[in-house]
């Protein structure tokens, strides 16, 4: 398969030079299960859209630290492109940013989380099942750097997952959108440093809750095989 993959991180910090960037992070992340699969990646964030995107079997909207609420161009852009594609049937999975995308686009709603930034490694509870999580374990681990949620699921949307500091961690529609409030692309190193760097944002005492929550393991191969099972049953249509 051939993925578009809608970069929306907006970070250009001296931290964010020295890491790959979210095209390369998710790549790695559907490669994990599907070896043989390409993606292009678009910055829609700098106004860089594509043109045709009958082209590709899918896209892929990553997460960023700006806030889908933020009313710039390119994100009122990027939720006009999400209708267009849900009207379409195109395969979307949205993470992070785009995963509220998503829901804000389509009727739902967002706001922010009552204790703040949620940061580290989470543990998800699944309360349904699409024929794609088959793979999935009952409770998963995925990292988290968030601190706005998806507050009303859109008309029509199923909520997958929740946690305790996220009532939708996680929700579909129909066969064609697959989401998470987390970050399935974040490797064990990367979320590490991501916390070290946002120590002082997050405050003494989530910083060491953070680093004490990475040592469990996220279901990273699990949730990137989930990933490529929902792209391949949307195209089997």
């Known amino acids: 398969m051939h993925l578009a993959i809608l970069m929306t991180n907006t970070d250009e910090s001296d931290f964010a030079q020295q890491h790959p960037k979210d095209g390369e992070k998710f790549t790695d992340l559907i490669q994990l299960s599907r070896p043989d699969w390409t993606t292009e990646v678009f910055s829609v964030k700098d106004g860089v859209f594509p043109d045709d995107l009958s082209r590709f079997d899918g896209v892929i909207i990553t997460g960023s630290p700006a806030s889908v609420r933020n009313d710039a161009g390119w994100t009122r852009r990027l939720l006009d492109l999400i209708r267009t594609l849900h009207g379409q049937e195109m395969p979307i999975f949205g993470a992070c940013f785009g995963h509220q995308a998503i829901a804000l686009a389509l009727g739902g709603a967002l706001d922010d989380n009552p204790e703040g930034w949620v940061h580290g490694l989470t543990p998800n509870e699944i309360i349904a099942r699409e024929s794609w999580m088959g793979c999935l374990p009952d409770r998963i681990h995925l990292c988290a750097s968030h601190k706005e949620q998806v507050s009303a699921l859109p008309e029509g949307a199923r909520n997958l997952m929740v946690s305790t500091q996220c009532m939708t961690s996680g929700f579909a529609i129909g066969r064609h959108i ?60």
């Open 178 to 237: 697959y989401t998470t409030q987390h970050h399935p692309e974040m490797s064990a190193g990367f979320i590490a440093a991501l916390t070290e760097d946002m120590a002082p944002i997050l405050g003494a005492e989530l910083a060491e809750r953070a680093r004490s929550s990475l040592t469990h393991m996220a279901n990273q191969r699990d949730y990137a095989l989930s990933i490529a099972e929902f792209f391949e049953q949307a195209r089997s249509v």
